[in-house]
């Protein structure tokens, strides 16, 4: 089945500044991987998503980058704020293992003002 | 649309207590997921659902945990005899169909004491 590997765990930037978080997945057939934001106490809440067939997908401060041959995508937030602190979570479906995703373990984003 | 509802908000029982956990999906959507947050280990699948089928439920942890979805608009995870290492956040979510992204619930916290 999928495996999807987050990092870094804890990331720390002054407001103003571009974070960067990265994931790893395993299962060549996932075709689907979707970015989550839980801030504390809430529902984690999809904030972007990009599927196979595109390298890079944007909206506003967003970005999301994905390399199908390394198997690898990446959260990209520019000019950071500090309602952006958080946890993000990346995830992968793959349509061949049960068309269910699967989360990377988090990252806790502290956006310091 | 009010989103994914799920019921009770937080829920405190004893050791050996049956809990029943519910989620009213967002109408229309065909898939209904019931995920588990727990520090350790992250954000697991327990059970997932299309169109009212139960079709991987290979995360339930033990015979202890049922789940059902008796109509397309409801669905309940019941834990009996429930244990405090059950304790976390139970998030329902659904999607439209399969390969989207989901929309979570607000989480139900369980504490068993």
């Known amino acids: 089945g999928e495996n999807v590997e987050q990092h870094p765990s804890t990331l720390s930037v002054q407001e103003g500044d571009s974070a960067v978080i990265k994931c790893t997945y395993s299962?060549?057939?996932?075709?689907?991987f979707p970015w989550y934001k839980q801030e504390l106490g809430k529902r984690p809440q999809l904030i972007i998503d990009?599927?196979?067939?595109?390298g890079e997908k944007k909206d506003q401060r967003i970005a999301v980058t994905l390399n199908k041959t390394a198997k690898h995508f990446s959260l990209h937030i520019t000019e950071t704020q500090p309602e952006d602190s958080a946890v993000y979570f990346c995830?992968?479906?793959?349509?061949?293992?049960?068309?269910?995703?699967?989360f990377g373990a988090g990252t806790i984003l502290r956006v310091k003002s | 649309d009010a989103g994914v509802i799920q019921s009770p908000r937080h829920e405190v029982t004893e050791m050996g207590q049956e809990v029943t956990l519910r989620c009213k999906p967002i109408?229309?959507?065909?898939?209904l997921f019931w995920y588990r947050q727990t520090m350790m280990r992250g954000l697991e699948l327990l059970i997932y659902?299309?169109?009212?089928?139960?079709?991987?439920d290979s995360g339930m942890p033990e015979d202890r945990f049922s789940a059902k979805m008796p109509n397309a608009s409801f669905s309940t995870l019941k834990i009996q005899p429930s244990e405090p290492r059950d304790s976390a956040v139970y998030f329902c979510?659904?999607?439209?169909?399969?390969?989207?992204?989901?929309?979570f619930g607000s989480g139900t916290r369980l504490t068993v004491v």
């Open positions: 979510a659904s999607s439209l169909r399969t390969g989207e992204g989901y929309t």
């Open positions: 299962d060549s057939a996932s075709n689907y």
């Open positions: 990009i599927r196979s067939n595109v």
């Open positions: 995830a992968a479906l793959s349509m061949e293992y049960g068309n269910k995703l699967v």
């Open positions: 109408s229309g959507h065909n898939s």
């Open positions: 659902f299309n169109n009212n089928v139960p079709i991987d």
